[in-house]
């Protein structure tokens, strides 16, 4: 049997690259440097907000784009090529989207459109050899690289984030993407978890622990958090808690005058924050800046004195470990996956989601003790460096990729 491993292998996600996932285009970039070759795949465009520096210019002019190439004349002689290349395969797939679809008109007309889109994604994987196609975001992108797979005979599989797919795990078919898959990497042990709750055990074995990554030389950083500037990053979304954090600088900055924050990122919610700000009073403490690019976001870590994410729901948040690489000490609360990344008491401090005078009295214990502060900069950037480093979990993953590890 011939060696494979020399041909292309192909990354999807519903929109690539985004200054949100900045976690994919590193993974992509260790794999590049270990000689493998990777095809960039996108379901669609992502808006010109997110292209913030010239690594996501870059990425953004090498990836291919479904809805931009599923021109109708194009997106027919894909289906009718896949058609008549195995007529067998092309029904089994289209069936596939039929009962998969979670049920209702609206539902099954995504799920066609799905099956439409990966008749033009698998016309792509041929034309450039590819071997394998990993998804991130196990939703909407991975359907339609469920059905790619079945389409083309090309083997699939996908990082499970989470926590937004745990919500509704029966609705994107879970299950069937666990089973169909050639492995799952789990971004956590919590991750896994949930996986297992929701899939067959006699696919238990395809789920491997693969954490998201940084390279720790890039946040080096000789600074001591000494003052009391804050630094969160990351969506304007309900979901990342920053009412909360707002509520508690107005506790905080009675005892702290200098008190200041920067938000860093964009989203639905940020006319809403700008205006609790200025209506708490916090104009003067707390700035809206939007998305930066890498780059930016390292220098604003060195400038930071402590980094803040109260999110309600997350996986294991790449930007804590960016905090914890630049040896910043962390309060976040104590959800999901967290707890595997930030040790509470040693690497930051966990607190419970949604209560404001919890988090408040955690930011005033580490910005009141700069010993304190430093100590627990020092830890975090350890745990990084031994557990979350992308260089070593890329070497992992490509094992997976690689068929070397069942």
Known sequence: MSDTTDRPIAYLTGEYPRATDTFIQREVAELRAMGQEVVTCSVRRTGDEHLVGEEQKKEAARTFYILSAARPLHLLLCHLGAFLRSPARYLRALWLAIRTSPGGIKAMLY???????????????????????????????????????????????????????????????????????????????????????????????????????????????????????????????????????????ETLVGDYPDLHLTVIGDGPSRAALEHQAESAGLGNHVDFVGYKSQSEVAEALVAADLFVLPSFAEGVPVVLMEAMAAARPVVTTHIAGIPELVTHGASGLLVPPGDPAALAEAIGKVVGNPSRATGMGIAGRATVETAFDVSIEAVRLKALLDGRVT
């Open 111 to 249: 799920q066609l459109f799905y099956f439409a889109e990966a008749g033009v994604l698998a016309a792509h994987l041929r034309k450039n050899n590819v071997r394998h196609l990993h998804n991130h975001i196990a939703k909407s992108s991975c359907s339609v690289a469920m059905l790619t797979s079945e389409l083309s005979g090309i083997p699939y599989s996908f990082t499970l984030h989470g926590p937004d797919i745990f919500f509704a795990p029966e609705h994107w078919r879970l299950d069937e993407k666990i089973a169909r898959a050639a492995f799952v990497a789990c971004i956590s042990h919590f991750c896994r978890s949930q996986a297992m709750a929701f899939s067959d055990p006699k696919h238990w074995h395809k789920l491997h622990i693969i954490h998201c990554g940084v390279d720790p030389r890039r946040y080096a950083n000789d600074e001591l958090p000494m003052g009391h500037n804050l630094l969160f990053v990351g969506r304007l979304a309900p979901v990342k808690g920053l009412p909360i954090l707002l509520r508690a600088m």
